[in-house]
C-alpha cells in the first residue's frame, strides 16, 4: 500500500513515475514490436505456404491429367486387342474408334505397319492424315504389351483369342448345366467355390475354400469331367498337340498330350517356346493382323502441357511475396499502434488510486473497444460496492445503536437509582435485546449465504400445508393490524425444500407485506404448478412501491421510508434473507407493485 501513492501522485510526479514504468519494459516484450514480428512470420509462412501449394497443385494436375491420358490410352488399347482378338480383320473397327473418341476426347488411328491408314474416328481428311512421329502402341492379340494389359500372361497372348476353340451354342449350353450341378454338389456359390464361364465360352469351377482343394475336396461330385475337351474342341487341340510335338522332337524331348485350357494330360513338360510358337501360328488366321496404334489429342499432339519455373514466374513469385511482405508491415505498424494507445490508457487507469475510480473512453468497437468498457463496467461496480460496504457498515452501526442505547441509558437509570427495576423496565429491555438478537440472527443468516455455508435440509412438503402454517402464525399479528389474511393453493402441488428456511422466506414476505397494509386491506398467499415450477405469490393492498425503487427493494437495510424507522420498515433484512434463501433452494423471487393499488411478490421454486 505504500507504493501506492508512488505510482498515482498527481501532477508531474505522477507522469514521470508512469514513464519510468513504461521505459522499464523490454523493447523485445513491447507489444507492437511482438505483433510485428508475429505478422512478418505469418506473412512469410503464408507466402511460402502459397508458393508451396501451388506448385503442388499444378503438379498434382499434371499428374492427375497424365494419369487419365493413361486410364484412357489403357482402356482404348484393350478394346481394340478385344476386337482384334474375335475378329479376322479391321474392317468393321471404324464405329468402335469413333465410340472410344467420343468417350476418351481423344483422335484415335489404325494403321498397318507401313503406316497404312486402316481406320481412323476423325472426320476430317487432313487430320486424319497428320499422323504423330511415333506410334502410341502395336495393336496386336498374340503379342501384347504387358504394361498396358497385364492381363495376357507371360506368353502375351490375348486370353480372348479362342480361334477354334469357340464352343458351339449347344455345347454352351450342355456345359453350364453340368456345371451348375457341380456348384450345386459342392454347395451351392457360398461354399468356396465360383462358376467363371471362359472368352470361349466354357464353364470352369474356381475352387477359392482350401477346405475344397483336392481329391478329398471333389466329394465324389466329378469335377474332372467337366475338364474333357467337347467335340469342337477335340480337333484343335490335337492339331494344336501334333504342333508342339513336332517342336520338341526337333529338341530331342518327349511327346505330350493336352486337354483344356492346354494343360498337359500325360508326358514331360514341354517348352514354353513350343506352345506359345504353335498357338500362335493356329490362332493366326482367326485374330486380326497387327497394328499400329495412333492416340493424341484434337489437335494432335501427343504429349501434356507442363509447368515450368521459368525466371520470369520466379520474378513474379518474388515481387508478389515482397509486396505482401510490405503491406503486411504497414497494416501491422497502424494497427498495433492504434492496439498499444488504449492499452496503456487502461493500465495508467489500473494504477490510479481506489478513490478516483478513473474512467477509460471507449474509442474502438473491437476486443479492445470491449475491455475498455469491461475495465469501465468493472471500476463502476467496484465503485458501487466501496459504496455499500460504507453503507452496510453505516446501516449496521445505526440498526444496533439504538437499541444499545436504550439498553444502556435504562441500566444506567437504574444504576444511579433514577429509574426502577420493575417488570415493565425488564419487558422492555428484553424486547430491545431480542431486537438486537434478531438482527444478528438475520447479518449471520446473510453472512453464511455470501460463504456459500448456508446449509438447508430439503424434505418432501405440501406447498399448501406451508402457506396455512405460515398464515396461522401471522394470524393474530394481522388481526391486530385490521388487515385480511387469506390463502389459496391450486391443487394440491408438492416440493422438495427445507420447511423451516421456506416458512422464514414467506413469514418474511407475509410479514412485510401485512406491515405496509393498512386497516381493511387484504393479503394473499396463492400457490400453483406450472410445468417444472412450484409458484408462490404474496399479494397485498397495500401502499405499493415507486417504480424507481424495485430494483432496490432486496438490497440490505434498505427501506421505502427515508425515516429508516424501525416501527415501519423492520431491520432492513428481510427481503435480503428472502432473495438469498430462494436461491439457495434454486429458486427465484421477484416484485412487481403499483403504487396506491398493491405489491405482489412471486417466488418461483424448482419442482
Known sequence: ????????????????????????????????????????????????????????????????????????????????????????????????????????????????????TIATSSTTPTAAAALPTRASAVVDPLHTDPALLPDAGANRIDPRAVGPYRLTAAERESLSGRAHKLLAC??????????????????????????????????????????????????????????????????????????????????GPPTQTCLDTARRDQLTPYVAPAALLFVATPTGSTTTPAFHFTSANTTRVAGVAGLVLLVTVAVTVVVGTRLVRPLRALADAARRPVEEHQRVPVTTNDEIGYLAAAFNDLAQRRERMEGQRKAMVSDVAHELRTPLSTIRSWLEAVQDGIATSD??????????????????????????????????????????????????????????????????????????????????????????????????????????????HITIEVADTGTGIPAEDLPRVFDRFWRAEKSRSRRTGGSGLGLAIVRRLTEAHGGTVTVSSTVGAGTVFTVRLPV
Open 186 to 267: 459342392l454347395g451351392g456359390p457360398g461354399s468356396g467355390a465360383a462358376l467363371v464361364v471362359g472368352p470361349s465360352g466354357r464353364p470352369s469351377i474356381k475352387i477359392t475354400n482350401s477346405a475344397l482343394g483336392g481329391v478329398s475336396g471333389d466329394r465324389g461330385c466329378g469335377l474332372a469331367g467337366l475338364a474333357l475337351p467337347v467335340a469342337s474342341e477335340r480337333e484343335p487341340l490335337d492339331r494344336l498337340t501334333s504342333m508342339v510335338n513336332d517342336c520338341l522332337r526337333r529338341r530331342h524331348l518327349e511327346p505330350v498330350k493336352f486337354g483344356v485350357d492346354f494343360v498337359v494330360v500325360y508326358g
Open 423 to 532: 417488570q415493565a423496565l425488564v419487558d422492555s429491555l428484553l424486547e430491545e435485546a431480542l431486537l438486537l438478537q434478531h438482527i444478528v440472527d438475520d447479518l449471520q443468516d446473510l453472512a453464511e449465504a455470501d460463504a456459500g455455508q448456508l446449509r438447508i435440509h430439503p424434505e418432501p412438503l405440501l406447498v399448501r400445508d406451508l402457506l396455512d402454517h405460515v398464515a396461522t402464525a401471522h394470524l393474530g399479528r394481522a388481526e391486530t393490524a385490521g388487515v385480511t389474511l387469506a390463502t389459496r393453493a391450486d391443487g394440491d402441488p408438492e416440493l422438495s425444500g427445507d420447511p423451516v428456511r421456506l416458512r422464514q422466506v414467506i413469514g418474511n414476505l407475509v410479514s412485510n407485506a401485512i406491515r405496509h397494509t393498512p386497516p381493511g386491506g387484504t393479503v394473499t398467499l396463492c400457490a400453483h404448478r406450472t410445468a417444472d
Open 1 to 116: 500500500m505504500r507504493a501506492e501513492p508512488e505510482l498515482g501522485t498527481a501532477g508531474g510526479s505522477g507522469t514521470k513515475s508512469r514513464a519510468r514504468v513504461r521505459a522499464k519494459v523490454p523493447l523485445h516484450r513491447s507489444l507492437l514490436v511482438r505483433l510485428l514480428a508475429t505478422s512478418v512470420m505469418i506473412a512469410v509462412c503464408s507466402v511460402a505456404a502459397t508458393a508451396w501449394l501451388a506448385a503442388r497443385t499444378t503438379s498434382s494436375a499434371i499428374q492427375q491429367e497424365q494419369g487419365q491420358l493413361l486410364s484412357s490410352d489403357t482402356d482404348i488399347y484393350d478394346t481394340l486387342v478385344g476386337y482384334a482378338a474375335a475378329h479376322p480383320n479391321w474392317n468393321g473397327v471404324a464405329p468402335t474408334l469413333r465410340r472410344l473418341a467420343e468417350q476418351t476426347g481423344r483422335r484415335i488411328t489404325l494403321t498397318t505397319q507401313t503406316r497404312r
